[in-house]
């Protein structure tokens, strides 16, 4: 389970409206009219039109300074094998979406109104979506790259030539390099935008930064985790604890649809391979063969997604060049000592 916290964006191109973000989350109602239209959803209510979530959000912003975010974008993303669990149910993933949402405002250290933050004083909304596209960042994008960037060039070369035997020449060259390509999709190279096979069902919630009352300011993306501060010369209580807020997420998907999580699916996982990737793989090597063959699968399958939550682009990639010499020194001393997996 991946779950991921953004703030509003704040740039050059700064809209201090949801309805940017809200557009976007339409444009599968937008881009397929024949499809039953799939509506937000909020604590209580099952539909919710895209109207009402901008009216709501858009009007929830008091005493709040410009350069500050108006909400925040979850994004919840179950794994293939997790979607393949439940079914891939709408109805399941409704379900969890509300329970999750509880257990973000549990996270919040801090009272409103005598009384711990609940998700009552939330004014959220969440929309599931069905397909996905692959980014920059996939694997599969990422090892096709070099043979992409090599049609490009000769692709380039072949329209600045005007000698048909050179032209025919750098065009062998191009469908040999063409059918190396490692990963298609209906005899097409994997790129960005492309849309994934397979069930893709994943939900984006928006949730304003102000409580219902629109007295409150909630940020899960406060620096400090749970603390005290002095604010009109009362001591309160502030933070979000981001680390147990994504720990909770993968529990409660375990134990509401009693699904038996590989180790290598875990947060604990995503935690210690920061840390210590040489022992996490060697921890890993030792599982049972069935056990250990699915999970470095998954390891390498979810690297990125495993690492993007926990740190930055440029530390994510320095973070994968070396996982990916510790894996092939691993892979062959697994090999030299007959583990196998």
Known sequence: MYVTITPQKLGSTYHNSVADLVAY???????????????????????????????????????????????????????????????????????????????????????????????????????????????????????????IKQIAQLNNQITQLAESSSINKLQKQKDAIFEQIPHKLNGEPIIPGMHKPGDQIHVHVIVSRKDRSNRYSLSPGSSYKSSETILNHKKIARGFNRNEFYQHAETL?????????????????RKDIIKSPVIV???????????RQLAFRILRESSTQILSPLLSTS??????????????ALELSIKSSSIGY
């Open 315 to 328: 530390q994510t990639k320095l973070a994968m060049q070396a996982f990916k010499r510790i894996q092939k």
């Open 25 to 147: 989350l339409e444009k599968e109602n937008d881009t397929d009219p024949t499809s039953k239209y799939n509506f937000f959803f909020d604590q209580s209510r099952d539909i919710v039109s895209a109207e009402q979530v901008i009216q709501a959000i858009d009007h929830n912003t008091a005493k709040l300074r410009r350069n500050t975010p108006r909400f925040f974008s979850l994004v919840i993303s179950p794994s293939k094998r997790e979607l393949e669990h439940i079914k891939a149910s709408p109805e399941h993933m409704q379900k969890y979406t509300r329970e999750l949402m509880k257990i973000y405002a549990n996270n919040f250290n801090r009272n409103i109104d005598g009384h711990p933050v609940t998700e009552k004083d939330l004014f959220y909304f969440a929309k599931i979506e069905f397909q996905r596209t692959f980014k920059e960042f996939d694997w599969q994008v990422k090892e096709n790259a070099t043979y």
């Open 281 to 291: 793989y060697k921890q890993l090597a030792s599982l049972p063969p069935d056990e």
């Open 253 to 269: 998907f375990d134990k509401t649809f009693q699904y038996n999580r590989n180790p290598a699916e875990s947060f604990q996982l």
